[in-house]
């Protein structure tokens, strides 16, 4: 869970074995700060208990990723141009998530925000609650049928969310995360069969939840059902 702020500052809590790759402690909570006390990088700290609460432990650097400012990120700039609930409703409307790779992270996630205003209904920041798909690629390695085979959950152009092989993403020289995209592997027809799915369904969110297959999903299916990928789409 994150709060991003109108000057670009962030402050959020997480668990740190959902974000990091080589964590060892699965019961770690971390604290993600970008203000004027990290120079404006987005760091990520241990904590420390504080009664029943958690704070950051400044005596405890993760993680420092770089030059940050919430309010260039797609979740903040969503949320904001959402519009408010009502006329008089200090809250905007909720708004799902783009997924991407947050600052930091080296796995795809979403999740859902909310712009929140003051008395004078003038923007104060935006919250968000994300989540990763590693649980997900967790349950695709335990169901899958052999050693030999490989699924994936991806995105409607086939960015790959989930697999069963755990890898997800790839790391540039500069250690930036960026999408696995089972088109590159000869799976052009994931980006068909998605397309077709939103053209038919007007919405890919809709689709998500269809339990009628057309005639045209089958043939896409079969399509799919030759290459080396099972698919997953919602």
Same mark, same amino acid.
């Given at each position: 869970?994150?709060?991003?702020?109108?000057?670009?500052?962030?402050?959020?809590?997480?668990?740190?074995? =959902?974000?990091?790759?080589?964590?060892?402690?699965?019961?770690?909570?971390?604290?993600?700060?970008?203000?004027?006390?990290?120079?404006? *990088?987005?760091?990520?700290?241990?904590?420390?208990?504080?009664?029943?609460?958690?704070?950051?432990?400044?005596?405890?650097?993760?993680?420092?990723?770089?030059?940050?400012?919430?309010?260039?990120?797609?979740?903040?700039?969503?949320? =904001?141009?959402?519009?408010?609930?009502?006329?008089?409703? $200090?809250?905007?409307?909720?708004?799902?998530?783009?997924?991407?790779? #947050?600052?930091?992270?080296?796995?795809?996630?979403?999740?859902?925000?909310?712009?929140?205003? *003051?008395?004078?209904?003038?923007?104060?920041?935006?919250?968000?609650?994300?989540?990763?798909?590693?649980?997900?690629? &967790?349950?695709?390695?335990?169901?899958?049928?052999?050693?030999?085979? =490989?699924?994936?959950?991806?995105? =409607?152009?086939?960015?790959? &969310?989930?697999?069963?092989?755990?890898?997800?993403?790839? $790391?540039?020289?500069?250690?930036?995360?960026?999408?696995?995209?089972?088109?590159?592997?000869?799976?052009?027809?994931?980006?068909?069969?998605?397309?077709? &799915? #939103?053209?038919?369904?007007?919405? &890919?969110?809709?689709?998500?939840?269809?339990?009628?297959?057309?005639?045209?999903?089958?043939?896409?299916?079969?399509?799919?059902?030759?290459?080396?990928?099972?698919?997953?789409?919602?």
């Amino acid at each position: 869970m994150a709060i991003g702020y109108e000057n670009g500052d962030l402050s959020a809590m997480m668990w740190w074995c =959902k974000v990091y790759d080589n964590c060892t402690d699965s019961s770690m909570v971390a604290s993600a700060v970008r203000d004027s006390s990290t120079g404006f *990088d987005l760091v990520y700290y241990g904590t420390s208990s504080n009664g029943t609460s958690k704070v950051r432990d400044t005596s405890t650097v993760l993680l420092n990723a770089n030059a940050y400012t919430a309010t260039a990120t797609s979740w903040y700039h969503a949320a =904001k141009k959402s519009g408010r609930e009502s006329a008089t409703s $200090r809250y905007g409307n909720p708004i799902s998530v783009p997924v991407d790779i #947050f600052a930091g992270m080296s796995e795809p996630s979403g999740g859902v925000a909310q712009a929140i205003y *003051d008395a004078s209904f003038s923007l104060v920041g935006v919250v968000v609650i994300r989540y990763n798909f590693g649980d997900l690629s &967790l349950e695709l390695q335990t169901r899958s049928p052999s050693a030999t085979s =490989k699924s994936s959950t991806v995105q =409607k152009f086939g960015e790959v &969310l989930a697999s069963s092989d755990l890898v997800v993403n790839s $790391r540039s020289s500069e250690g930036l995360s960026t999408f696995l995209n089972v088109t590159t592997s000869g799976m052009g027809n994931v980006a068909s069969y998605a397309t077709s &799915l #939103f053209q038919t369904n007007l919405d &890919l969110s809709t689709s998500q939840n269809q339990t009628e297959i057309s005639g045209l999903d089958l043939q896409c299916t079969d399509l799919l059902a030759h290459g080396p990928w099972n698919i997953h789409l919602f």
